[in-house]
């Protein structure tokens, strides 16, 4: 394989050869070789943004790089895990030219980890939380070396990211406890409880339509067919069969029943998601990341209540459907798998198992953790709700294209969780 | 190495789990053999996501012939991804043994080593909070020069808070333990004795000696029959066993003056009739696995090679740092 450009030493806009001219063979060329080919010639500078290897870090391409200097959305051409070779030097040229603000970023990111541990902050990761603040400093301000107020900046960013806004768990307490809103909570609840089911038609969409393309080419148009003719909701209507929400993972009892209002959560050892209070609901959105994107504790707690007494309890169609999407595509899981997305998650689950042959991880479940690891499918739909819920507080949207990470992820994310569980009753044991 | 196309792509032969040193990749599994050495299989099941890094493992060429159409690959590659695939079959098969002469390995410097590993390929891993998770695991610094200070600047970059170094209170796993293979130390009359080796997959990494057998004795004392086991213990040991021997369950609750596990159980007189096929010792540990095995006529040639692979990982200068300073720390 000809491999265009950008290895050859200069940059290619000194070289004024045209990219087609160079490389004959049209084969596509693997994105990261290229980042990491273009990468290597911003030098030192950029270490503290990548690692021991003298590659970027993963979260350096996922926060920086992609977001804020390729820009795939803009450029779809640097999208995916190969790039068109004529595309390739406008691939590393943008790395190039965005070398000194990526330098900056670098300096910056040093002068925040400074900054954060003579301030004693441990929460969060750094990464995640500063990357991109960095960016916007370096972008604004140049190397912090440079400027003498770089120590305020510094300080001024991490007052902005830890002390951010937004509703919290003791507020949430407070309001839900205060005596003076106690009957209009509970009039709410009563009524959310006893509208009527929401009246869908017939079916004019499929999902498996969705599913079957949903990793490969998404369909958005499909997506918002699904929406406008509520197929998440129609999916809810055997919820409240007696067994249906404990056979899908969101329940222990036979019936779902209305939630209390609570007053107190721990973050270990919810309930399943429909036995949740109020207050359990919200507890894990207001002790995340990103809750300055919530509601007001008000506005929170009435929406969720009225959020109970809905079609998967959940109240927006887009949740809802996700839902049903998920059910179908994790179906395969425990039974046959049909359909592309299926086939997809049962071949992850299947790999899983060799994963754990060779981890060398109980092949038979300890009685302790049975429930935890058993079920996946369960797991699963359970995850997937959280996720959902969890996207509808922050009024966040997956574009379709974004649907297959979010069932595949969530799918991951239960595997994962799983070998914790697996490996910490094995250290248990080993304790006791 | 072949290449086999249908469900997915296929690259080279899969290992057997025990010898297969696994890396998790978005869109593909890569495994080297152990025992084979060479380049690794992989199992490429999203060609799009595994483009991206596939290159790092196999080279720029053979990755793109493995992801076009090519039927036979020559890799040529850097590896990405050896090292902690590496660390990860030495957490999992290590087979520590004092009768073998393979010592064990430091959990410590292992997990630590393990961190660092997963940072280095954390881009083109299954898992993007991989390096987290691998920094919670490490429970101590490893108080090793050079990857001490490599660990602290990751949890610093990663927000991991990690527990100070402490000194080594681990207890010697002493390499001349002779008494292995000492006659077990029962009372009574021993009318009849054997051993079997202990099948690996039954048991978590570093529970029993990985190389020596287990030994049982069916005695007579005061007119009653028992069956007595011992095995030799691994530098993990605390974790209940249960040997099984003629259908009988004997809790190895007992530890000897060797440190061994022993346990003793009545059996009826008859079990000195079983034809010498059914009298078979499996030890295994409840909860992790349940007897019997698979039967695998590879198994103990399979393991006797990698007892001598391990064995030759200590101290050598191409093996992981954790392998290399088995028993020396």
Redesign the interface.
């Known amino acids: 394989?000809r491999?265009p450009t950008c290895a050859d030493g200069e940059p290619a806009r000194l070289r004024g050869v045209s990219t087609e001219a160079r490389a004959p063979v049209a084969?596509?060329v693997?994105?990261?070789?290229l980042i990491d080919r273009a990468w290597s010639r911003l030098g030192d500078a950029v270490a503290p943004l990548g690692?021991?290897?003298g590659?970027?870090?993963?979260?350096t391409?996922?926060l920086i790089l992609d977001p804020l200097v390729l820009r795939p959305v803009l450029h779809p051409e640097f999208a995916?895990?190969?790039v068109r070779p004529e595309h390739a030097d406008a691939l590393c040229d943008r790395i190039t030219a965005a070398g000194p603000v990526l330098a900056a970023t670098a300096a910056w990111f040093q002068v925040l980890?400074k900054a954060r541990?003579r301030a004693g902050i441990?929460?969060?990761?750094?990464?995640d939380?500063y990357f991109q603040r960095c960016y916007e400093l370096a972008t604004a301000h140049g190397d912090p070396r440079l400027d003498p107020k770089a120590a305020d900046r510094a300080a001024a960013v991490l007052a902005e990211v830890h002390d951010q806004g937004g509703p919290t768990a003791a507020g949430l307490r407070a309001f839900v406890t205060d005596p003076a809103n106690a009957a209009e909570l509970a009039d709410l609840l009563a009524a959310a409880w006893s509208a009527p089911a929401e009246p869908v038609g017939p079916p004019a969409t499929d999902p498996a339509a969705f599913l079957d393309t949903c990793a490969t080419a998404p369909d958005q148009r499909r997506f918002d067919a699904l929406v406008a003719d509520r197929a998440g909701t129609r999916g809810a209507a055997g919820l409240a069969a007696p067994g249906a929400a404990r056979a899908h993972g969101l329940s222990d009892r036979d019936v779902p029943r209305r939630p209390e209002l609570g007053d107190t959560a721990a973050k270990q050892h919810l309930p399943k998601p429909f036995d949740r209070s109020v207050v359990e609901r919200l507890f894990g959105p207001l002790t995340n990341a990103h809750r300055d994107a919530l509601d007001d504790v008000p506005a929170l707690v009435r929406r969720e209540i009225t959020r109970t007494g809905r079609p998967w309890q959940l109240a927006e169609e887009e949740g809802r459907v996700v839902l049903v999407l998920g059910r179908e595509a994790s179906a395969g899981l425990v039974g046959p798998a049909t359909g592309d997305a299926a086939t997809?998650l049962r071949?992850?689950w299947e790999?899983e198992a060799?994963?754990r042959?060779?981890?060398?991880m109980?092949?038979?479940?300890?009685?302790r953790a049975r429930a935890d690891v058993l079920g996946v499918r369960e797991a699963y739909l359970r995850r997937l709700w959280v996720r959902a819920h969890g996207l509808e507080l922050r009024r966040e949207t997956v574009p379709a294209a974004g649907l297959w990470d979010v069932l595949d992820g969530v799918l991951?994310s239960v595997i994962?969780d799983q070998r914790d569980r697996l490996r910490s009753?094995?250290e248990r044991?080993?304790?006791g | 190495m072949r290449v086999v196309r249908g469900?997915?792509i296929e690259v080279g032969d899969w290992p057997h789990?025990?010898r297969?040193a696994?890396l998790?990749g978005r869109?593909a599994?890569v495994?080297w053999d152990v025992l084979g050495g060479g380049a690794p299989a992989a199992?490429v099941?999203d060609?799009?996501?595994?483009?991206?890094?596939?290159?790092?493992v196999y080279g720029?060429?053979a990755?793109?012939a493995v992801?076009?159409d090519a039927a036979v690959v020559t890799p040529t590659g850097p590896g990405a991804g050896r090292t902690l695939a590496q660390l990860?079959?030495a957490?999992?098969?290590w087979p520590a043994s004092a009768v073998a002469g393979v010592p064990a390995l430091d959990p410590v410097l292992l997990s630590a080593e393990r961190a660092?590993a997963t940072?280095?390929?954390?881009?083109?891993?299954?898992?993007?909070d991989a390096?987290?998770?691998a920094l919670a695991e490490v429970p101590a610094d490893p108080a090793v020069p050079g990857l001490s200070e490599?660990l602290a600047d990751l949890a610093?970059?990663?927000?991991v808070?990690l527990p100070p170094a402490v000194l080594p209170a681990r207890a010697e796993f002493a390499l001349a333990a002779g008494s292995a293979t000492a006659a077990t130390a029962a009372t009574g009359t021993t009318v009849h004795s054997g051993a079997s080796p202990v099948d690996?997959?039954l048991v978590?990494?570093g529970a029993v000696d990985a190389a020596a057998d287990a030994r049982w004795a069916v005695v007579r004392q005061g007119g009653a029959t028992f069956v007595d086991v011992v095995v030799a213990a691994g530098p993990?040991p605390?974790?209940?066993l249960v040997a099984r021997f003629a259908d009988v369950d004997v809790e190895l609750g007992d530890v000897d003056d060797f440190g061994r596990r022993t346990g003793r159980a009545p059996v009826p007189p008859t079990v000195l009739l079983l034809p010498p096929a059914r009298r078979v010792l499996t030890v295994h540990a409840?909860?992790?696995?349940?007897p019997p095995g698979e039967p695998d006529p590879d198994a103990p040639a399979r393991r006797a090679a990698l007892v001598a692979y391990a064995r030759s990982r200590v101290g050598d200068p191409a093996a992981t740092l954790t392998e290399r300073l088995a028993g020396r720390r």
């Open positions: 394989m491999v084969k596509a693997p994105r990261g070789l690692n021991g290897a590659r970027p870090l993963a979260r391409v996922k995916g895990g190969a980890k541990r441990t929460d969060g990761n750094p990464q939380l997809r071949a992850r790999r060799y994963v042959r060779a981890a060398r109980p092949s038979a479940v300890p009685a991951r994962l009753a094995l044991r080993a304790a | 469900n997915g789990p025990e297969a696994l998790e869109g599994l495994a199992r099941h060609p799009d996501r595994a483009a991206d890094w596939l290159w790092e720029p060429e990755a793109d992801l076009g990860d079959w957490r999992a098969w660092v940072c280095e390929v954390e881009h083109l891993l299954d898992d993007e390096t987290a998770r490599r610093e970059d990663f927000g808070e690996w997959a978590p990494a993990r605390d974790v209940p409840p909860d992790f696995a349940s």
